[in-house]
């Protein structure tokens, strides 16, 4: 249930006085309310769950955390195994 | 997708599985508390993967496993009500009762329906105002602020036929239950991502320190698990206890603070009865008084329903992470995924279920 998938927001409107988007899961789009991501633009990525936008992805940190395991990687490759 | 297949990568995952193996001198019990990790763990095969002096134990953190027998049985009753529409999240339906689950009221000619969001059940209720309907808003945090907004949007429509069957539960006070207990093993934690993402993790720290466990707020795809892991596993073997972050990308310290607010004007914090463990106190959230008149529970008269658990299932011991599910006797036998005795054979989060679909040589040998 707490299964949240990050889609990536292709349309905003106002439905019922709340701020809704047209989400995109890699083709499949579906509708996620935006009432607690106000901030949230089109072409960014939110974390959806149960219809709702919970948190806004953050492309540096996602960045930094692959870059740092990246680093691992590539120090295992200097070292000879 | 993005977000998500840089995070599957199997040169990383490899690395991950070094550094662990590196890093691990002694034997670590660690609990991932959200049932979605534990199936992420399984169905990855990333269990039999790690050094054998880690040990993962499975935590609570599946709602449709927690809620207890007679809320199930409160939500039959409710739904069984020939006015009544009756919605819930899909994991719902399948759930044991005393003598049925949901699927046989709407084979029997009750009007059941799984919704994707709250907000279609209140859509419903405005679109049959001679019917009432009913939302089962369980969860964890994470279905929170979607069930408190549903809350909210019938008030300020002033839809009257709607209300919810609330059975909200937290994690930390869980978290607390389980390390308080005579009988725990947990050293470390791995804290639920996507809980985090709308609480934050600013409740973490104390518990950490009390407790002396490392928590590491942790994602969901294989390298988000090794990388909570290995932190945790560094934590353990450094001597520190502390709360931090490896999901950077989706949480942060003091999380949806808009989502947490709409929370605090729906629910109140209330005690709560966890499926095989019992009441804990302030575990969860009820109604604040502002909206009891959405109360299900007093709307249809079910609050004087109570059960009593099978002696078969072992859920309790489960869902603390005491025994896994192969340890149970009825697993695989009485208790299957065609025919479930506990909650935790249902649902896509339950323990029972990732081990009974993933570890098929726990049943036949």
Redesign the interface.
Not at chain 2, 61 to 64: E, F, K, N, S
Not at chain 2, 248 to 252: D, E, G, H, S, T
């Given at each position: 249930?707490?299964?949240?998938?990050?889609g990536?927001i292709a349309e905003i409107y106002e439905k019922?006085?709340?701020k809704m988007a047209k989400v995109d899961?890699?083709g499949i789009a579906?509708?996620?309310?935006l009432?607690?991501?106000?901030e949230a633009e089109v072409g960014q990525?939110a974390?959806i769950?149960?219809?709702?936008a919970?948190?806004l992805?953050?492309?540096e940190?996602?960045q930094?955390?692959?870059k740092l395991?990246?680093e691992?990687?590539d120090l295992?490759d200097e070292i000879p195994r | 997708?993005?977000?998500?297949d840089?995070?599957r990568d199997p040169?990383?995952v490899k690395?991950?599985l070094?550094?662990i193996e590196s890093a691990v001198t002694k034997n670590w019990v660690i609990m991932e508390i959200?049932?979605?990790q534990t199936h992420a763990f399984l169905h990855n095969g990333l269990d039999a993967m790690l050094p054998p002096q880690i040990e993962l134990v499975h935590g609570p953190?599946?709602?449709?496993c927690v809620t207890p027998l007679e809320q199930i049985d409160r939500a039959l009753a409710i739904a069984s009500h020939p006015d009544v529409i009756f919605t819930s999240?899909g994991?719902m339906l399948r759930v044991p009762g005393s003598s049925k689950d949901l699927f046989a009221v709407r084979a029997q000619g009750g009007d059941v329906r799984i919704v994707?969001?709250?907000?279609?059940a209140v859509q419903i209720a405005e679109a049959n105002p001679d019917k009432q309907v009913v939302f089962f808003a369980?969860?964890?945090e994470?279905?929170a602020?979607?069930n408190a907004?549903a809350v909210l949007?019938a008030k300020?429509?002033n839809i009257k036929n709607f209300s919810v069957l609330v059975s909200h539960v937290r994690v930390p006070p869980a978290m607390e239950a389980i390390l308080g207990s005579k009988t725990n093993r947990v050293q470390g934690f791995l804290a639920?991502g996507?809980?985090c993402?709308?609480m934050g993790f600013h409740e973490y720290p104390p518990i950490a320190e009390k407790y002396r466990v490392p928590i590491v707020v942790t994602g969901?795809e294989p390298?988000d698990l090794l990388?909570g892991l290995l932190a945790a596993v560094k934590q353990l073997e450094s001597g520190q206890a502390v709360a931090e972050n490896?999901y950077?990308?989706?949480?942060?310290f003091e999380g949806?603070e808009?989502?947490q607010r709409?929370i605090r004007s729906v629910f109140q914090s209330t005690d709560r009865k966890w499926r095989g463990i019992g009441v804990i106190p302030q575990s969860g959230w009820g109604l604040s008084p502002e909206f009891q008149e959405f109360d299900a529970e007093r709307r249809f008269d079910v609050e004087n329903i109570f059960t009593q658990e099978s002696s078969l299932c072992i859920a309790g011991e489960i869902l603390q992470g005491l025994k896994k599910p192969p340890q149970c006797p009825a697993f695989g036998k009485q208790c299957t995924q065609q025919s479930p005795l506990g909650a935790p054979m249902v649902?896509?989060?339950g323990a029972c279920a990732a081990y009974y679909r993933y570890h098929r040589e726990a049943i036949y040998g």
């Open positions: 249930m707490c299964l949240g998938i990050p990536k019922d006085s709340l899961f890699g579906k509708e996620a309310c009432a607690y991501t106000p990525y974390l769950h149960v219809g709702f919970i948190s992805m953050d492309e940190e996602a930094e955390t692959l395991i990246q691992m990687v295992e | 997708m993005k977000y998500l840089e995070y040169i990383k690395t991950l070094r550094e959200c049932g979605g953190g599946c709602p449709v999240y994991d994707y969001s709250p907000l279609e369980i969860g964890f994470t279905t602020p979607a907004m949007q300020n429509k639920a996507h809980v993402a709308v969901f390298i990388n490896q950077q990308r989706a949480v942060k949806n808009s989502a709409t649902s896509a989060e």
